[in-house]
């Protein structure tokens, strides 16, 4: 089965400097990969997505993310953070069963803070 | 364009009682699934359907039913509440019954209590 990983529970910066959000993941055959913020008390919004092409993504926000075949990674980065950046980040990966539908596999989830 | 919405909002239920989770989007989507979300474990699907007629069972089904009788409304309904129900729920839509590389677009989430 897909799975990701985010394997950072919190990630504290400093705002003006750059963040990283990791995630790992495990699929087989070509990734389709997500990213989604979800700012408290709300629904979770979409950020950008991997699907083909080229391996830096750009998304909403600012926000970008590499995808690194080799190390199977798919890390959220921006190049200089805001405080109102402060929020749950998930990464998710499509999973396709044979002979299923798709869905989306969500990993647990990276509470990122920006300090002033 | 209202997307996804949910209601209630916030919800407290005694052990045992039943309640329906009501979901409804006006973007025509095909796709449609309930998620809950619970601290350190992310979301979890627990029902999705991918037209009118048709749902199926995700990773956590039991003590949940769905049915879809409309593209617009995808109801998640409580049967016996237990406290290990207590959670956020999200129902979520996308566009297209296969299409995998389509936004999936969420509600603000169901706040639900079971004591």
């Known amino acids: 089965a897909q799975s990701v990983a985010q394997p950072e529970d919190q990630v504290n910066v400093a705002e003006g400097n750059p963040l990283t959000v990791k995630c790992t993941y495990s699929?087989?055959?070509?990734?389709?990969l997500f990213w989604y913020v979800q700012y408290p008390n709300r629904g979770l919004q979409f950020l950008l997505k991997y699907i083909t092409g080229d391996n830096l993504v750009k998304g909403s926000y600012g926000f970008e993310a590499e995808f690194n075949k080799s190390q199977t990674s798919f890390h959220l980065k921006k190049p200089s953070a805001l405080v109102s950046d402060s929020a749950l980040y998930f990464c998710?990966?499509?999973?396709?069963?044979?002979?299923?539908?798709?869905?989306?596999?969500f990993g647990a989830g990276t509470r990122l803070a920006v300090h002033p | 364009n209202a997307g996804v919405t949910q209601t209630p909002k916030f919800q407290v239920l005694k052990t045992g009682q039943s309640m329906t989770l009501q979901c409804a989007q006006d973007?025509?989507?095909?796709?449609m699934s309930w998620y809950r979300q619970d601290p350190g474990m992310g979301l979890r699907l627990i029902h999705y359907s991918v037209g009118a007629g048709i749902t199926d069972q995700g990773e956590v089904p039991n003590g949940y039913n769905v049915s879809r009788s409309t593209t617009e409304d995808f109801p998640l309904r409580l049967l016996s509440a237990a406290p290990s129900q207590t959670s956020v729920y999200f129902c979520?839509?996308?566009?297209?019954?296969?299409?995998?590389?389509?936004?999936?677009?969420f509600g603000e989430g169901s706040w639900l209590t079971v004591v």
């Open positions: 699929v087989s055959g070509n990734p389709y």
């Open positions: 979520a839509s996308r566009q297209g019954q296969g299409s995998s590389g389509n936004t999936i677009y």
């Open positions: 973007m025509n989507h095909e796709y």
């Open positions: 998710a990966v499509r999973d396709r069963p044979p002979g299923g539908y798709n869905k989306l596999i």
